[in-house]
Structures are given as C-alpha cells and as structure tokens.
C-alpha cells in the first residue's frame, strides 16, 4: 500500500519533468502558437479547469463537475460568494485569531520585545485575553528581572528544569511513546505548566508541539515568541485555505495578486501589517475593478512601508535648509514598473519623479505600533506635476496620488500589461499575443473589471487548447497543496508543510524583491528543484511531514495517472 502511495506521488512530481514537452523539438519556422488553435476533448477540459482554477484536484472532482456541468461550475468560481465554504476550513481558521485582528490589535496582543517593555514600565496596557496576558506578563516579568541584574543585554534566563520537576517527571517529558509525554504534562497544574513550556529546550518543546491539541499548541507557539504567532497563523491561513477551501479560483487569485504586489513579511513593521493586507486589501478585490485594487495596495500601511513611501516628503525649497528625509522614488518606480505600465509601459525617469512627488505625504502613524494610512499634507509636494502627459494642478494635495491612480489604471499599456500576466499564469508562460489583446480590450472596455477579463481568457479557445493544457510548471505552494488535495490529506496544523514550501524554493511571504514570486515554468524547472519536489513526495507519502496525514492512492480512491495526480 505504501508503495502504491509513493508511486503515485512520484509519478505526479515527475510529470513535472515533461509539462513543457510539446515545446521542444520544434521545427525552425514553425508557428508557436499552432497549437493553440487545437481543442481539448471534453475530460481534457474538466482536468484543464481544474489543473488552472484550483490548487489541485481532489478525489471526485472531475465527477462532481462532470454533474454539475462545466460552465455553470467555473461561473460559480467567478462568483466565489455564491459558494457555501467548508466548515471544516472555517472551524481551522477560527483557531488562527490573529488572522481576524487589526494590525494595531495584533501589536497589542502578540506584542515584540519592544512593546513588551512599554507594557512592563505601564506605558501600554497588557492583552484582555487572560491567557495571552499571562504570557505577555511572563515577558515582561522577565524583561524587568534582567533590568534588575543589570544584564539586559544577555537576554532573559530560562527557568530550570531540575527546580520546577521531579527527576521522573523530567524522565517521563524527555523519553517515552509521545501520547505518553503528553499525558506526563498534562497531569501538572496549569499555572506549572506555563512554566515548564518556558524551561523545554528547544527540541523537547517541538516533540511536545507536534503532538499537543490545538489549545496546547498555542501556548507553546507563545513561548517562542509572541510576534511568531502572527508568521505561524498567515502561513498555515494560506496553505489551510489552499487545501480545504471551496473558492478555489477566489484562493488562486489571492496569490497570484499578492505577488503581484508583493510586500515582503519581514521588513520592520510589515510582520504586523501583512496579515490585515492581504486580508482587507488583496482578497476582496481579486475579482473586481482593477483601479480599486489600486488604490487598496496604494493606501495599505503594509505598502507604504515596504517600498518606504511613507517615509517620503516634499523636496526642500530651493536654497532652503535640506530636509533629513527627502524625496522617495521606490513606490512610484515599482508601481509603473510592476504594478501598472511594466517596464515596456512608455513612462520615463521624469515620470517616476513626478508620480513620487505626487504621493508624497502618503504615510503612516505610527507603524510599529500597527497605525493606519493618513495623508500628511504638511509632508506633500504642493506643485505642479506632469505623469504621463497629463499635467495635475498645484494645490491638489491627497488627490495628486488619486488622480496618478486614475490615469494608470485607464492607460492600455496597463491593460496589456496585467492581462498577458494573467494569460502567463493560467493559460501558458508565452500566452498567444492575440488572447493578450482581446483581454486588454475587455480591460479598457468595461473600467478594468477583472472578473470580466477572466471571463474572455475562459471563454477563449486559446485557452481550452492543447498549447495550454499540461503546459505549466506548478509554483512549490501549488505543489505542496496539490498533493495534499490528490492524497485525500487531512491537516492538522500546516507549519511543517510551509517549512517544507520554503525548502522547495517559495517561503510564503518572503520574496524581499518587488516582484514577487514568478508566474513563469523555467523559474521553477532546475535539477535542485525537481531533487526537493522528489524528495517532498517521498516524505509526503510517507506521512513524515508532522501535522499533516495522507491517504495511500488506493484508500484516497486514486488511480495512478489520473488526473488528481496531475502536478503540472
């Protein structure tokens, strides 16, 4: 049975190895996109959509849309809140409370070292929620202890095993089946248990989280660190709904959008402002006119602080003193390049000047401390200003950035732009320019509404061809939570599984460069690349990936080569 598991797994990673097989050997002079003029049969068609709308096929689906009928299944992804979601990803998502909080709510309730000291010398005041007060107090208790002792610099001291435990207590924690190390803790008072957590080396307290219930876990994830907590629950968020949830395009569409306008999690005060991002300024407008989610991106503390906006003012006056701070040019650069025109779009040097000018002012109070957009006027460039041929009139303060909005949204090479992006995710990394222009066309025709271009690219024969089916290499993420869905898996907690992401070339939230992670096959297709995707099936299929438990291929109701096991 296992070895029927690992065979179909193995089959699938390595169908990798020959996604892009109908590209090569092409004849000198012959028309490359040929192949996109020959139409897929009707069971190639339900194993495209899901191959392309989804994270992966699950046992079932093909059959599930087979009844209910193709087309009326991808207007309901189109439509994601028409779809009822699974109450068991709903059930896992309520455990990962960080994910519903502001992002000053998150400062407060899982603060960094540094709030935690404002807490301790009562300057902020301490989490409501008594379980996370008395962990944060923990802190501070400790913090205050080495203030005491003049030490601060070498960090707080753990308390000592041998003081808190028996020697067979001690014995019964660090040896032994694991349900029987669980229960060993679990028979201590509760207040002792908060401080045995805090005593564990570090590897005895990882035995101890990958068997603890999720209530337990969550203490222990505390002692590693509060603002650990936020990293942890937005990782396992993405991969939980990636796996179990429902609105599967809705999913497919929040990354793709996300890297997009890729903002990278550890950047200061971005490991707090990440989560109400994605949440409030990706996710509701993946879907919808493309100028509002624009704005939403352009508006987002996350933004601004990652490609330092916020830290941009108004050039000083001409013989006036410098001012410490002065102009900043990386969001108007990366907004014209990445966001709207790209690098091809026809905007100057001079252009990404005036766009910086025009958003000067944009800022944020007080982001390590989880603050909000606001528009400092004292900050801005009161000037006049030419984006693009278009000149904006001094005096227009806020608005300035508005209307550079306005005018790359509406521009067609914004149009072109996002919509062969588009094309190069789902249809084939060198789509058909001439699927490109009937969907930059839909773009300039109805205001940028995406969900219409994502119509035309579904409706296009060019899409159901045989140029796009098995054409594309699939993202590590898409990997990892397509074999999870092939196997029949069952996810408990998703840490491991995102480590196991990041091993395999795409830590989630981690891009540092602008660009974000790419949409193209041969930034995936390396021989160290394929070793690990090997290497992943196998412990996949093994079920060696702690938190997360697969079926055999036979017990998942898996044939091998069907197309759940499709990973291309």
């Known amino acids: 049975m296992r070895v029927r598991a ?8 390595c169908a990798v190895l020959f996604s892009t097989a109908p590209a090569f050997g092409r004849k000198h002079g012959a028309d490359p996109y040929a192949r996109f003029r020959t139409e897929l049969s009707g069971d190639q068609k339900i194993r495209h959509a899901l191959n392309r709308l989804t994270f992966g096929a699950r046992p079932g689906d093909e059959a599930r849309i087979r009844s209910t009928g193709l087309k009326k299944w991808i207007d309901l992804q189109l439509h994601p ?324 909005l306005d005018i790359l949204a509406d521009h067609p090479s914004t149009a072109h732009f996002i919509s062969r992006k588009l094309a190069q995710r789902f249809v084939a990394d060198n789509p058909p320019p001439a699927l490109v222009d009937r969907m930059a066309r839909t773009f300039l025709k109805t205001g940028g509404d995406l969900r219409e271009v994502m119509k035309t690219m579904f409706g296009s024969r060019e899409f159901w061809s045989a140029g796009a089916y098995r054409s594309k290499v699939k993202t590590p993420l898409e990997i990892a939570a397509g074999a999870v869905r092939a196997m029949g898996g069952e996810v408990d907690y998703a840490f491991n599984l995102a480590n196991l992401v990041g091993q395999l070339g795409e830590p989630l939230y981690r891009k540092q460069e602008p660009t974000g992670y790419s949409n193209s096959g041969k930034d995936w297709l390396n021989s160290a690349g394929l070793l690990a995707r090997m290497n992943f099936a196998l412990q996949l299929a093994a079920n060696r990936v702690p938190g997360v438990k697969v079926k055999a291929a036979d017990q998942a109701g898996i044939e091998l080569g069907s197309p759940e096991f499709e990973m291309h």
């Open 6 to 13: 690992l065979a179909g797994l193995l089959s699938a990673v």
């Open 81 to 404: 809140a028409r779809i009822a979601e699974n109450p068991s990803l709903e059930a896992r998502l309520r455990a990962l409370d960080t994910l519903a909080m502001s992002s000053e709510e998150l400062v407060r309730n899982y603060p960094t070292p540094q709030i935690v000291r404002l807490m301790a010398s009562g300057q902020l005041p301490y989490p409501a929620d008594p379980d996370r007060r008395m962990m944060v107090r923990r802190l501070a208790e400790r913090f205050t202890r080495t203030q005491a002792q003049g030490n601060s610099a070498a960090g707080p001291a753990q308390p000592a095993m041998a003081a808190l435990l028996t020697p067979e207590q001690i014995r019964a924690l660090g040896s032994g089946p694991p349900l029987q190390r669980l229960a060993a803790f679990e028979e201590m008072p509760r207040e002792k248990q908060d401080s045995v957590i805090e005593a564990l080396p570090g590897g005895l307290r990882q035995q101890l989280f990958d068997i603890a219930p999720p209530e337990l876990r969550r203490r222990i994830e505390m002692s590693f660190g509060p603002q650990q907590v936020v990293t942890r629950d937005l990782v396992e968020g993405k991969l939980l709904r990636a796996v179990y949830g429902e609105r599967q395009l809705e999913e497919v569409l929040t990354d793709f959008w996300y890297n997009h306008f890729n903002v990278f999690l550890y950047k200061g005060a971005d490991q707090y402002l990440v989560t109400a991002y994605e949440r409030d300024a990706i996710r509701p407008h993946v879907l919808g006119k493309f100028r509002d989610l624009l704005e939403a991106t352009a508006k987002n503390p996350a933004m601004l602080y990652y490609l330092d906006n916020w830290q941009s003012v108004a050039p000083a006056p001409a013989g006036a003193r410098p001012a410490r701070r002065g102009l900043n040019e990386n969001y108007g650069r990366e907004l014209l390049e990445l966001h709207t025109l790209g690098v091809d779009g026809g905007y100057t040097q001079k252009d990404v000047t005036e766009v910086a000018r025009c958003f000067t002012g944009w800022t944020i109070r007080q982001p390590e401390r989880g603050g909000a957009f606001w528009f400092n006027p004292r900050a801005h460039d009161g000037g006049e200003k030419t984006v693009l041929g278009v000149q904006i009139a001094a005096g227009g303060g806020v608005d300035d950035g508005e209307k550079v």
